[in-house]
Nanobody
Framework: QVQLVESGGGLVQAGGSLRLSCAASGRTFSTYAMGWFRQAPGKEREFVATISWPTSRTQYADSVKGRFTISRDNAKNTVYLQMNSLNPEDTALYYC???????????????????WGQGTQVTVSS
């Protein structure tokens, strides 16, 4: 069983930055693909970014490409999402997810992730 705990959300003005963190329990964190997803009120959960296993390849949603950066620190069992140039459309509950299947394939579907955190709220004011 893996537990994921997100932190770092908050209220920020448009153009500002936030860094989200996701701390994972478990000894096999380094073998998990990790992803960030978000869900705004009345909308479906959507893919934001992922970092793969074992090569840490990354992929981003078009809406955040060039503004967001996903990274991981396996020694700290933590994955990060650096978010720059935030705009009100980025307002959502952000979730961290882990995929335990050992595959180097990039996965953007939330259905293929096994473990989820409770989410951290990001609100961007105009």
């Amino acid at each position: 069983q893996v537990q994921l705990v997100e932190s770092g959300g908050g209220l920020v003005q448009a153009g500002g930055s936030l860094r989200l963190s996701c701390a994972a329990s478990g000894r096999t964190f380094s073998t998990y693909a990790m992803g960030w997803f978000r869900q705004a009120p009345g909308k479906e959960r959507e893919f934001v970014a992922t970092i793969s296993w074992p090569t840490s390849r990354t992929q981003y949603a078009d809406s955040v490409k060039g503004r967001f950066t996903i990274s991981r620190d396996n020694a700290k069992n933590t994955v990060y999402l650096q978010m720059n140039s935030l705009n009100p459309e980025d307002t959502a509950l952000y979730y961290c997810a882990a995929r335990s299947v050992r595959s180097a394939r990039i996965v953007i579907s939330p259905a293929e992730y096994d473990y989820w955190g409770q989410g951290t709220q990001v609100t961007v004011s105009s």
